[in-house]
């Protein structure tokens, strides 16, 4: 089916504007580049794009975070750049392809399928491109990853570390320690639909699962993101919690609780899940993603994460009777601080830079102090309405780079009806150079127009614009997350 082709599809912000279904799959060489690629710049930009096979058979406002994954690789190699785009061969997405329709009802409600999708694994593998131990994870953090040639990018199948995962389920966001070049990782509803029971996994540096240990959680809760440290990992609770009953009535996924305690679980990274401790936070706050987090001096643990004072995402809103406007949210980057030592389960909060989101950190620093980091928000000078898309209904149109040392921020704002994807870091070969920074911006020229570059940006001087941007070929959806793979992949 060519790009753009509507299909069937209804006319709704999930499926319309720069949300609109392209479901093209190719490969494009040569790409035409403006500027000069850094020598830096050598290696592939993964990419994962959410876009729906089959229109919807059932009305859901969540249908945006079903869309069946799609794997993008940008390389750049000798100055020159190609890209190439697949869907992930998810069971789900050949199941559907097979009966030339969808069969899989409401975002993570299985009570809501087609009878025929019974027993097929729902995970759409929508979310994150994970690249650790050679291997190529596209990830969704409601089931097990799959995997996926980094070359071809043909899938290779489900993931479940040779037999060694129990978890029925694998975070979108992992950890990798920059010193061990472990990857740490969990899975929320581990044990199953609706359940609290959250698997913590080690992965060591050459990708065997060596550690799997469960826990229950306060509450069964949306746990998209977490942190670790040098010597502790940390689970973030956010009143956006499931409920089996709910389902199978054929309701929601999510609801979030405004009156409902926030929680924090700190444990010895290489501990037991009987030594978690919970500190316990504000009530009804909601956080997607996790800037970093390190311990200080005296062991006290500093946690930055892009908080809210309710869920980000509208339609979650909506299903949990919350009339809060998105511009009324109280978005910051906070820091939690606590004492894993100290006698009470206090959590002191610090504003520590704007609302915003896709935080980005050189990846030496993971889980240690840092000193400056990469954000994106909304331009506050803006004269007009941001560019609709995306699962929060509007993109972001400035980047951020912040200064933790005291000096000012940075900024590189978009004009007029363009928006960032989240960035990635590359680093720098030489010495004091902060790197560069990786990202697709689109380009709204009508009410269904759209043109795409990959940008590339000294991170170090963002206002300075980009140093090179590269034409993409063809339509874009919004991308979700991406990682960066440097050399050959």
């Not at 869309?67 to 997405?93: C, N, Q």
């Not at 759209?450 to 000294?458: G, K, L, Q, Y």
Request: charged share 20%; aromatic share 10%; proline share 8%.
């Amino acid at each position: 089916m060519a790009a753009g082709e509507q299909g069937g599809f209804p006319q709704e912000p999930n499926y319309v504007g720069l949300n609109t279904p392209q479901r093209a799959e190719y490969a494009v060489d040569d790409l035409p580049v403006t500027g000069a690629i850094p020598a830096d710049v050598c290696g592939t930009f993964f990419r994962a794009v959410p876009d729906p096979a089959y229109p919807p058979f059932v009305s859901d406002a969540g249908a945006i975070l079903s869309a069946d994954g799609m794997v993008s690789a940008i390389r750049f190699a000798d100055g020159k750049v190609s890209t190439a785009i697949r869907y992930v061969g998810t069971a789900r997405h050949l199941a559907e392809r097979a009966a030339g329709r969808a069969l899989f009802g409401k975002y993570r409600n299985p009570y809501t399928d087609k009878p025929e999708a019974a027993g097929i694994d729902r995970t759409v593998a929508n979310t994150t491109p994970v690249w650790h131990a050679g291997r190529l994870l596209l990830t969704k953090e409601e089931g097990r990853p799959y995997q996926v040639d980094p070359v071809t990018l043909e899938t290779l199948g489900s993931y479940d570390f040779g037999g060694a995962l129990r978890s029925e389920t694998f975070t979108a966001h992992v950890r990798i320690d920059p010193a061990t070049g472990e990857m740490f990782a969990f899975g929320y509803e581990a044990a199953g639909l609706a359940s609290p029971t959250v698997a913590y996994l080690v992965i060591d540096r050459d990708g065997h699962l060596v550690r799997e240990q469960w826990f229950d959680a306060p509450y069964c809760a949306m746990m998209h993101d977490f942190a670790i440290t040098a010597h502790h990992v940390l689970f973030p609770i956010y009143p956006t919690s499931a409920d089996l009953a709910r389902l199978q009535a054929g309701g929601d996924h999510w609801v979030h609780d405004q009156d409902q305690d926030s929680w924090l679980g700190v444990m010895p990274r290489y501990g037991d899940v009987a030594q978690i401790r919970w500190f316990r936070g504000p009530k009804g706050v909601s956080c997607y993603h996790m800037m970093n987090a390190f311990e200080d001096a005296a062991g006290v643990i500093h946690f930055d994460q892009c908080l809210s004072d309710s869920n980000a995402f509208p339609f979650i809103r909506a299903a949990s009777g919350i009339a809060i406007d998105q511009s009324d949210l109280n978005g910051r980057l906070a820091r939690w601080s606590v004492d894993p030592n100290g006698a009470d389960d206090a959590i002191r909060e610090t504003v520590i830079g704007p609302p915003g989101d896709f935080p980005v950190i050189p990846a030496d620093r993971q889980g240690r102090a840092y000193d400056h980091a990469w954000m994106l928000t909304m331009n506050p000078e803006r004269r007009g309405p941001p560019v609709m898309g995306g699962p929060v209904g509007a993109m972001f149109d400035m980047l951020l780079r912040l200064d933790f040392t005291g000096g000012p921020p940075q900024a590189l704002a978009l004009s007029m009806g363009s928006c960032f994807n989240e960035p990635v870091h590359v680093p720098a070969a030489e010495p004091g150079h902060q790197g560069w920074l990786v990202t697709v911006v689109d380009h709204q020229h009508g009410p269904d127009a759209f043109s795409h570059e990959c940008w590339i940006i000294d991170a170090g001087r963002i206002g300075a614009g980009p140093v090179a941007r590269v034409t993409m070929p063809h339509r874009l959806r919004p991308q979700v997350h991406g990682w960066w793979v440097g050399g050959p992949a």
